[in-house]
């Protein structure tokens, strides 16, 4: 996790994008510094909350991160974290494209439970060993 500082960019274990990850922010984190609004800064943050069921919701927003934790707790849209609450920001990364926090949005939404427990930690090494394929290829 990251403590007062940026966290080493996921980039390298998502995929490559446009114009890269600015940076990333998670619990550990300095919230004050975390919770940028877009009047802040341009772009976009990839997030993951951490639910009272202790299941993972993964969501992109252009708002603050405040704002956008703020009405998930609220049950203001309704859906998944609804019946969650509350819930805790566990893991973020601002992107300059909102394209590109859509598309680390739905790619870290595949991964399994472990992937995304070694993301939250900031495991990378984890994040690449969990990627290997575990059986093999059928023979030709």
Not at 3 to 15: E, V
Not at 112 to 124: P, V
Request: positive net charge; proline residues 4%; glycine residues 10%.
């Amino acid at each position: 996790m990251c403590s007062g500082r940026a966290c080493t960019p996921l980039l390298p274990f998502l995929l490559t994008l446009r114009n890269g990850a600015k940076r990333s922010v998670s619990k550990g984190g300095n919230e004050k510094d975390d919770a940028r609004t877009m009047s802040d800064e341009p772009g976009a943050y990839a997030y993951m909350l951490r639910c009272a069921d202790g299941s993972y919701y993964v969501g992109s927003a252009r708002l603050g991160l405040d704002q956008r934790v703020g009405e998930h707790n609220s049950g203001a849209y309704g859906g998944y974290t609804s019946t969650r609450r509350p819930v805790t920001l566990v893991w973020a990364e601002h992107f300059q494209l909102i394209t590109d926090a859509i598309a680390a949005e739905r790619r870290i939404k595949g991964w399994s439970r472990a992937k995304k427990e070694a993301l939250i930690r900031g495991d990378y090494v984890a994040i690449g060993t969990l990627a290997k394929r575990r059986t093999k290829l059928p023979q030709e």
